[in-house]
T-cell receptor, first 115, second 109 residues
Framework: EAQVTQNPRYLITVTGKKLTVTCSQNMNHEYMSWYRQDPGLGLRQIYYSMNVEVTDKGDVPEGYKVSRKEKRNFPLILESPSPNQTSLYFC??????????????FGPGTRLTVL | GQNIDQPTEMTATEGAIVQINCTYQTSGFNGLFWYQQHAGEAPTFLSYNVLDGLEEKGRFSSFLSRSKGYSYLLLKELQMKDSASYLCAATDSNYQLIWGAGTKLIIKP
């Protein structure tokens, strides 16, 4: 089944404790992206990657890191999480032929709480 | 600045028709998406418009007017399962997606 998977789905952590949220897609998509979604705000892009070893900042990259060592995986790293990073996080991928007119396929989401 | 406006919440009756509006202000324009998001789930693609006019897909249609910076999503023969948030997103001249906050649609029997 074609899908985007994220792990964990739910995470409660404490300020300053490094964490990684994994994202994997099995559709051989070139383009991958991380978003956060907060009540009353639209989806905000954190980072995106147009292909292996190519990453770029989105609208809200501060406090986050990403890597793209393989085409299928795009982990999101929070080196020192803070309470303002409490949010619902989505990973998405798209084929990349025409990047921003492609349909994006979203993972199920990771609900992160930082205490 | 760049902005997407859509109503926060709408209520409609099962079997009826509802129109969800979206206005956008972007630096350039390269198309508009509508996504559906059920509570606690991921957004899923509904439609993409880049040219003026109406695109129909079964019970759902999407309209775009580039000159007015305006789009709407039309849902016909509403079903309870259509209760969800509907997200509007416009692509600017740099091909960045600008997302609206979403419209929560409540369907009543």
């Amino acid at each position: 089944e074609a899908q985007v998977t994220q792990n964990p789905r739910y995470l409660i952590t404490v300020t300053g404790k490094k964490l990684t949220v994994t994202c994997s897609q099995n559709m051989n998509h070139e383009y991958m992206s991380w978003y956060r979604q907060d009540p009353g705000l639209g989806l905000r892009q954190i980072y995106y990657s147009m292909n292996v070893e190519v990453t770029d900042k989105g609208d809200v990259p501060e406090g986050y890191k990403v890597s793209r060592k393989e085409k299928r995986n795009f982990p999101l790293i929070l080196e020192s999480p803070s309470p303002n990073q409490t949010s619902l996080y989505f990973c998405a991928s798209s084929p990349g032929g025409d990047i921003h007119t492609d349909t994006q396929y979203f993972g199920p989401g990771t609900r992160l709480t930082v205490l | 600045g760049q902005n997407i406006d859509q109503p926060t919440e709408m209520t409609a009756t099962e079997g009826a028709i509802v129109q969800i509006n979206c206005t956008y202000q972007t630096s350039g324009f390269n198309g508009l998406f509508w996504y559906q998001q059920h509570a606690g789930e991921a957004p899923t693609f509904l439609s993409y418009n880049v040219l003026d006019g109406l695109e129909e897909k079964g019970r759902f249609s999407s309209f775009l007017s580039r000159s007015k910076g305006y789009s709407y999503l039309l849902l016909k023969e509403l079903q309870m399962k259509d209760s969800a948030s509907y997200l509007c997103a416009a692509t600017d001249s740099n091909y960045q997606l600008i997302w609206g906050a979403g419209t929560k649609l409540i369907i009543k029997p």
